[in-house]
């Protein structure tokens, strides 16, 4: 893996040279992302579904007793959901294709406890397949969540389990064409029905599942699919259920600090200035309060506001949103959810869809030159970028106007197949000739793929980034200001407002759960 990255950092290295090979490249700095990290970076939204026996029977954790026969979806449409999440600016979707109580929606072979036993299609149903079909036909990316954790199984706790449990994903990996990512929870061991005995079950979760072998599988079977877990390889937990992360973002871990099943909820928030492996952070959050369908959360779904706010505080924050939709029992996303999707996407397209600083030739305190002037930051290509020299940490870029504007939205990127840099900036605006900053509620620290800034909406005729610290020499490669209007400037929910269902993860330390629940 880590000569994976080494090799597409090279190759980016190569492909710029070859342009102007009078101009050096920076070198990369590690950790740096495999190509296929930052391909789902790109992603920025996508959405997840829940759905299953829970959805049936009015329960969050099914315990692993509910009757398949409950499960009916009369009015049961994959192309509708799709067609919402595409609405919604959705590149992929991400499908419980197992939740906790071990119910599967595709026909496995390995087990009776599965669509092949339900009114659905009188058995002959399969919704992985068709919701894989439905994304491969409107042109969006599909993905699996296969619960490690299995409360039906008799044998969960045994190795025998966990023989079943690589079956159950070998069928996934195979049959139902490429996916993205593949999502594993971290909620593991604790109470449930297993086969009757209806006992609690407690496993070694750093060594229960055998994730080498898993990752074997997957390397073999999807090697461009991204694993998400507690800790990665290809992407981690954000720490929390509120869907945001924090404005101090690093995409990197320490290695073997944080392992699937044992999160450091804190720490994953932000991630660690230190680490040594890439692997970014992806924020999980419900439309609804619970994950899964419940009718007395219908006047309970996320508003325009709240969604675009979470937007701001995911994807802006150097992090992917995953938003889930609980498809109600008639298998459908219900129609309030899908307004506010849609019109979610349409208010975030709305406030960032003029650029200030397209075409504007800025100037910087330093530039390496040739193809990596400062020009370079508002091409509005990925595959350019301001740099400085090497050893120069800070410099300052200017914006200068036309005529005045106004402005109270920021974007930065950074060019991150070279690896993450900044650790600190300030924007400034000119006011009658003397240099103020903008008044924001977050810190400015890290930048990585994304940074989006909501302030205060200044006057001026020019606007400066001072870059004040960074690891190694700046590799900026995108900035764009907007004018959003008045009406959403310092709108902020704040988190405690958007607590998901409540819950407890079984097995895991009082005070790490008390730290999630704030």
């Known amino acids: 893996m880590k000569i994976n990255k080494l090799l597409y950092a090279g ?88 939740h906790h109580d071990g119910f599967c929606l595709w026909p496995t072979q390995l087990t009776e406890y599965c669509i092949r036993n339900t009114p659905y299609k009188d058995g002959k149903g399969d919704i992985v397949g068709e919701l894989a079909a439905a994304c ?48 594993f929870d971290g909620a593991n061991g604790g109470d449930g029905w297993y086969g009757g005995a209806k006992d609690s079950r407690t496993i070694d979760r750093k060594t229960y599942y055998n994730y080498p072998r898993i990752y074997e599988i997957l390397d073999k079977l999807q090697p461009q699919a991204i694993v998400f877990s507690d800790g990665g390889p290809g992407c981690r937990w954000v720490g929390n259920e509120n869907g945001f992360a924090g404005a101090t973002n690093w995409s990197f871990l320490r290695a073997g600090e944080v392992y699937p099943g044992y999160p450091k909820y804190r720490e994953l928030q932000y991630g660690h200035a230190d680490g040594n492996q890439w692997v970014p952070a992806e924020c999980d959050v419900s439309i609804r309060p619970g994950w899964f369908y419940h009718p007395e959360e219908d006047d309970r779904v996320k508003t325009v506001e709240q969604l675009t706010d979470l937007y701001y505080r995911s994807v802006g924050h150097n992090a992917t949103l995953l938003l889930n939709f609980p498809v109600d029992r008639d298998g459908l996303i219900h129609p309030i959810d899908s307004a506010n999707a ?16 397209a075409g504007i030739r800025p100037k910087a305190s330093d530039e390496r030159g040739g193809q990596f002037s400062a020009k370079a930051a508002t091409d509005e290509s990925w595959d350019t970028y301001w740099a400085t020299n090497d050893g120069v940490t800070a410099a300052d870029i200017e914006f200068d106007f036309p005529k005045t504007e106004k402005v109270n939205r920021m974007m930065i ?72 209007g008045e009406t959403a400037d310092t709108f902020t929910v704040e988190a405690k407002e958007l607590k998901s269902y409540p819950f407890t993860l079984v097995g895991v330390p009082e005070e790490e759960t008390k730290k999630m629940h704030g």
């Open 413 to 484: 990127q950074e060019y991150i197949p070279l690896g993450q840099r900044v650790k600190s900036f300030i924007v400034e605006y000119d006011k009658d000739g003397k240099w103020l900053p903008v008044k924001l509620n977050e810190e400015t620290t890290t930048v990585g793929y994304k940074r989006l800034l909501r302030f205060e909406t200044v006057s001026t005729d020019k606007l400066r980034i001072r870059f004040t610290d960074a690891r190694a020499c700046l590799c900026i490669n995108n900035i764009e200001a907007y004018y959003a």
């Open 342 to 357: 849609v019109n979610f996407h349409k208010n975030v397209q709305k406030q960032l869809a003029h650029n200030l600083l």
């Open 136 to 183: 491969k036909k409107y042109g969006i990316k599909f993905a699996v969540y296969l619960s490690p954790w299995d409360r039906h199984q008799a044998n969960y706790g045994t190795p025998e389990y966990v023989d079943y449990f690589h079956k159950q994903l070998t069928e996934l990996m195979t049959n139902y064409g490429e996916v993205f990512e593949v999502w």
């Open 11 to 98: 190759a980016a290295l190569t492909l710029l040279g070859a342009c102007a090979p009078a101009v050096k490249a920076p070198e990369a700095i590690l950790p740096v992302p495999e190509e296929k990290q930052v391909d789902w970076q790109k992603m920025e939204t996508y959405a997840f579904v829940h759905f299953g026996l829970n959805t049936f029977n009015d329960r969050e954790w099914g315990y692993g007793d509910s009757e398949p026969k409950t499960f009916n979806p009369t009015k049961l449409d994959c192309e509708q959901w799709v067609k919402t999440f595409v609405e919604s600016g959705m590149k992929g979707v991400i499908l419980t294709a197992k």
